[in-house]
T-cell receptor, first 111, second 119 residues
Framework: RKEVEQDPGPFNVPEGATVAFNCTYSNSASQSFFWYRQDCRKEPKLLMSVYSSGNEDGRFTAQLNRASQYISLLIRDSKLSDSATYLCVVNPMDSSYKLIFGSGTRLLVRP | ETGVTQTPRHLVMGMTNKKSLKCEQHLGHNAMYWYKQSAKKPLELMFVYSLEERVENNSVPSRFSPECPNSSHLFLHLHTLQPEDSALYLC??????????????????FGSGTRLTVV
C-alpha cells in the first residue's frame, strides 16, 4: 500500500464549480499534513497546512479525519487559475522531518 | 535574493560525465532536502540534512553524492548516471529537521528545480 494515495484525476470542472479532493495515508502516527499546489513544470508550493479542527483559507477548506486516515481539500467558486496538480503531503514523524508526497490530483478548470 | 535558488535550471549530461547541482537558501533555515520527481511519479525523498549533518539517506545509489558545506548551501554531485535518472531534482528547506509542535506546520520551501536529462 502506498504511504499517501490520491485519485490522479483529472477533475475537469467549469468556472465557479465546487470541487473536492480526498487523500488517504497509511501511517496512523502521522502528525502533520499539507496540501501543496504544483503548476506544470514548476516546483510545488505550500497551499495550506491541515489542522485537526479543519481550516479554511478563502475559497479553500481542508479537513483531517484521523480515524479514517484521510485528508480532504474543498475548492469553492473555482477559478481558471486554480488549474494545477494538488499534492497531498504527510509527515510520518518517524524520524526527521521528511514529507511524503502523494502523486497528485490534477484539476482543470474550464471557462 | 530570497527563497531557495537552484542552479542550473536545465542540465543535459552524458552517462560518463560528472556534474553538480547547487542549491542555496536565503531563509535562515536549518534543514535542507533533495527530492527527485520523475514523470507520473510522486516526489521521492533522497537526502535530509540538518545543520550540515546528513540525517536521512533514502537508499539512494552512490552515483548521487550530496554535500552540505553549511546550512545555506546544498550540492548534489552526479557521476556515471543512467538515462532513468532523468528527472526534476528539487531542493527544499525548512526551519528545522526536527520540528516540535506548531513548527511542523510550516512545511517546506522548494527551489525551482533542475531538470536533468541523461543521454
Amino acid at each position: 500500500r502506498k504511504e499517501v494515495e490520491q485519485d490522479p484525476g483529472p477533475f475537469n470542472v467549469p468556472e465557479g464549480a465546487t470541487v473536492a479532493f480526498n487523500c488517504t495515508y497509511s501511517n496512523s502516527a502521522s502528525q502533520s499534513f499539507f496540501w501543496y499546489r504544483q503548476d506544470c513544470r514548476k516546483e510545488p508550493k505550500l497551499l495550506m497546512s491541515v489542522y485537526s479542527s479543519g481550516n479554511e483559507d478563502g475559497r479553500f477548506t481542508a479537513q483531517l479525519n484521523r480515524a479514517s486516515q484521510y485528508i480532504s481539500l474543498l475548492i469553492r467558486d473555482s477559478k481558471l487559475s486554480d488549474s494545477a496538480t494538488y499534492l497531498c503531503v504527510v509527515n510520518p514523524m518517524d524520524s526527521s522531518y521528511k514529507l511524503i508526497f502523494g502523486s497528485g490530483t490534477r484539476l482543470l478548470v474550464r471557462p | 535574493e530570497t527563497g531557495v535558488t537552484q542552479t542550473p535550471r536545465h542540465l543535459v549530461m552524458g552517462m560518463t560525465n560528472k556534474k553538480s547541482l547547487k542549491c542555496e537558501q536565503h531563509l535562515g533555515h536549518n534543514a535542507m532536502y533533495w527530492y527527485k520527481q520523475s514523470a507520473k511519479k510522486p516526489l521521492e525523498l533522497m537526502f535530509v540534512y540538518s545543520l550540515e549533518e546528513r540525517v536521512e539517506n533514502n537508499s539512494v545509489p552512490s552515483r548521487f553524492s550530496p554535500e552540505c558545506p553549511n546550512s545555506s548551501h546544498l550540492f548534489l554531485h552526479l557521476h556515471t548516471l543512467q538515462p532513468e535518472d532523468s528527472a526534476l531534482y528539487l531542493c527544499a528547506s525548512s526551519r528545522t529537521a526536527f520540528p516540535a509542535g506548531l513548527e511542523a506546520d510550516y512545511g517546506y520551501t522548494f527551489g525551482s528545480g533542475t531538470r536533468l536529462t541523461v543521454v
